[in-house]
């Protein structure tokens, strides 16, 4: 299992943008070999997947945020990031990260951040 914390999040402007950040305390080192997420949650709504990106670094956006959300990972510092711009009020949500083994096993998910966007 690893422990993770996301940080980044707040209140912006529609058009906007945010970075959210994602640490990862690892004392097993099994960090690099998982692959990692962000989803998000919405009042009312079900929790669904934003962002993933593999342990070779590739990655897959739901359609509602391809072109504006960019995720990546630094294995060294053991950072997961979402570059969100031309943030939308419906991209409100809290949002957090989450680790899988490429076996699909949930390593861990983080407390989760907030973010709320106006219009």
């Known amino acids: 299992q690893v422990q993770l914390v996301e940080s980044g999040g707040g209140f912006v402007q529609a058009g906007g943008s945010l970075r959210l950040s994602c640490s990862c305390a690892d004392p097993g080192n099994i960090f690099s070999i998982n692959n990692m997420g962000w989803y998000r949650q919405a009042p009312g709504k079900q929790r669904e997947l934003v962002a993933r990106?593999?342990?070779?670094?590739?990655?897959a956006y739901a359609d509602s945020v391809k072109g504006r959300f960019a995720i990546s990972r630094d294995n060294a510092k053991k950072m997961v990031y979402l570059q969100m711009n031309s943030l939308k009020p419906e991209d409100t949500a809290v949002y957090y990260c989450?680790?899988?083994?490429?076996?699909?096993?949930?390593?861990?998910w983080g407390q989760g951040t907030q973010v709320t966007v106006s219009s």
């Open positions: 989450t680790a899988t083994s490429p076996a699909g096993i949930s390593r861990g």
């Open positions: 990106i593999t342990t070779s670094s590739s990655t």
